[in-house]
């Protein structure tokens, strides 16, 4: 296993949103550790993306993170109630993000009902794994970290990634239609087909 060093996240971030697909995530939220396959993931571009929180330079308290150098962790509030999951890229000047849409708990059990799919989602795999806003603004290259992530050899092949809009974007205008949602093909924790 080789965790995932910070210049990483430092690329083109459609770039990095593909590349985290079959790396591990590792959390260690409740006193254990727990590991979990990323299977989906969207891409957020910053100031000239409609749909990302930084759009023309926004900047609140609770963007905050997201103006941090990549490898960060971005975990904002949803609705009241769910929270979300992002690992920043990039540079300070440049403030976009991958939100972590689902992952599959590892190791999986052989059989597993549908019922039992409590990561297939962002506000599902937060709430599953204790993640909130304790968990924001976190350097996700280190080991010690409570999220970090590792490329443990699990081969994922271009033909495996499929490539569609972004969900709950319809505010963004045309940007609500851009592909940058990525999943592998197939993976039963994939949020929405």
């Known amino acids: 296993m080789k965790i995932l060093p910070q210049d990483f996240y430092f690329e083109d971030t459609t770039s990095v949103a593909k590349a985290l697909l079959g ?6 939220t409740t006193g254990t550790e727990y590991k979990a396959r990323i299977v989906e993931v969207e891409a957020y571009l ?3 993306d409609p749909a990302c929180h930084t759009f023309e330079g926004r900047r609140t308290p ?3 993170s997201m103006y941090l150098s990549g490898g960060h962790s971005y975990v904002y509030q949803i609705y009241g109630m769910y929270f979300c999951l992002n690992v920043v890229t990039r540079t300070e000047n440049h403030p976009e993000a991958v939100l972590i ?11 597993f009902e549908k019922s039992q799919l409590v990561s297939n989602g962002p506000g599902k795999l937060c709430r599953h794994y204790a993640i909130n806003k304790e968990h924001n603004a976190l350097p996700m290259w ?10 443990d050899g699990f081969k994922v092949s ?3 990634i499929v490539s569609r809009p972004r969900i709950g974007v319809d505010y963004a205008g045309e940007a609500a239609a851009w592909p940058l949602r990525f999943y592998l093909a197939d993976d039963k924790f994939v949020s929405k087909k």
Do not use: C, F, M, W
């Open 142 to 151: 280190h080991k010690k970290s409570a999220l970090y992530i590792s490329d």
């Open 158 to 160: 271009k033909s495996q």
């Open 23 to 28: 790396k591990s995530l590792h959390i260690n």
């Open 101 to 111: 849409r689902a992952v599959e708990p590892l190791p999986l059990a052989a059989k």
């Open 46 to 48: 910053g100031i000239t």
């Open 62 to 64: 609770r963007t905050t």
